[in-house]
């Protein structure tokens, strides 16, 4: 990605607000990645959470898996786990099949305070899931789109969440 023009020569004694974001930045502007940290903090990954990852390939991103388990200190359980988790980390390509049972079957294990990340390929990636496809599923499935970021060169997370999950984790729920 390439910043706008006013952000192309950030002098490296000068601090930039990408900074105070994580983000790793060269001197002619380039995002180039954000920190493994601020990653998890972005995805609320915690010590000892456990991360079901459905959907694992080839193709998926390893910085990102290794910055999960680095925060977490657990390995991810695969999809054939049957414990609770605190987060699902569903990898989903255009071809996978069903959007709709994949989240469904997602949902399976996860606690109710917990969030779904649907990670995606970006635009103009193979397999690129278009935005309108999950906005249509995520409500089929039970689920409120909450949040949508870059965790790789490649790949976008989508934050899904329980309609109440967050308000019954608080007490509020009608």
């Known amino acids: 990605m390439i910043l706008p023009a006013q952000f192309t020569e950030i002098p490296p004694e000068k601090p930039c607000f990408l900074a105070n974001l994580g983000v790793d930045y060269t001197r002619a502007g380039y995002i180039t990645a954000m920190s493994e940290g601020a990653i998890a903090d972005r995805l609320g990954i915690k010590s000892g959470d456990l991360i079901q990852e459905i959907g694992f390939d080839s193709d998926v991103d390893q910085a990102l898996r290794q910055a999960i388990m680095a925060a977490s200190g657990e390995d991810l359980l695969d999809a054939s786990a049957n414990e609770v988790v605190d987060a699902v980390l569903l990898w989903f390509r255009d071809g ?63 934050k899904l969440t329980t309609r109440f999950g967050n308000s019954a984790q608080k007490g509020n729920r009608k």
Do not use: C, N, Y
């Not at 996860?110 to 635009?123: D, F, I, M, N, Q």
């Open 96 to 158: 996978d099949g069903d959007l709709v049972d994949e989240m469904v079957d997602g949902l399976t294990f996860l606690s109710e305070a917990g969030a779904l990340w649907l990670v995606t390929p970006k635009v103009g990636r193979e397999g690129h899931v278009e935005p309108s496809d999950i906005q249509d599923a995520a409500p089929t499935a039970g689920l409120a789109q909450t949040s949508s970021f870059a965790v790789g060169a490649d790949w976008i997370a989508t």
